[in-house]
């Protein structure tokens, strides 16, 4: 049983993910999901609403083709996509450092600060990681050289 299978069947929580991050049956991957008729698959601009509170997509590529960071009010969950001080790994099936540039630019150009919890790690803000983080100053520098 996988770690998944596991929370399924203990909660029967509703599972999502990008269409980007799942394969076929029968395709062997170590860094996807395979397709499951269960699944909820989310894009860009998707809500899902639970309770009062609704969580809005916002796909952010990188780390993986299907990356997503979502919304909720005043806060952002990054996933692997923003970490304190850091970024996600790029060096896996899927990774892409161009895109992971481009898609913490998004996050850093969001009006506002956001209380930010990554797929794990301490907690940051985003007026933090605007002023500190290496990798999203990289992008910006990176940006204005063009």
Known sequence: MTALSGVRE??????YVSRKDACPPGLRTMHRLIED???NYWKEGDSVTVGSMTFTVMETPGHSRGSVTIRCGDVLFTGDTLFRDSCGRTDLEGGDMGQILESLLRIADLDGDFEVYPGHGDSTTLDRERRFNYYINYARAQKERK
Not at 10 to 15: G, I, L, N
């Open 37 to 39: 008729d269960s699944f």
């Open 10 to 15: 203990a909660t029967d929580a509703p599972v």
